[in-house]
């Protein structure tokens, strides 16, 4: 990931472009090919497992407070009790 980031970086910081078989890459085409090529990097070293892991673990915890939230003890009594609903004719 050091790497990826620190080549990105040089890229724009130097405004650099790449010239492959004779076509010049943007500099988000070079990034691009960079995240492509870093792809098989992350996949053997873990990252989705982690990706995976973190995101269960965010949604357990927000559902956990979730179900366990009482809206009912925040809000006023005569606010617990409902909305009246008025409704007014348009012409």
Avoid: K
């Amino acid at each position: 990931m050091l790497f990826l980031f620190s080549a990105c970086y040089w890229f724009f910081a130097n405004d650099r472009l790449a010239v492959v078989f004779g076509h010049r890459l943007s500099l988000a085409q070079q990034c691009s090919v960079m995240g492509l090529c870093s792809m098989p990097i992350l996949y053997i070293a873990g990252a989705g497992a982690a990706l995976f892991w973190v995101l269960g673990a965010s949604f357990f915890l927000i559902m956990t407070h979730a179900i366990f939230y009482d809206i009912q003890s925040l809000l006023e009594p005569e606010e617990s009790e409902g909305f009246e609903l008025t409704m007014e004719q348009v012409v």
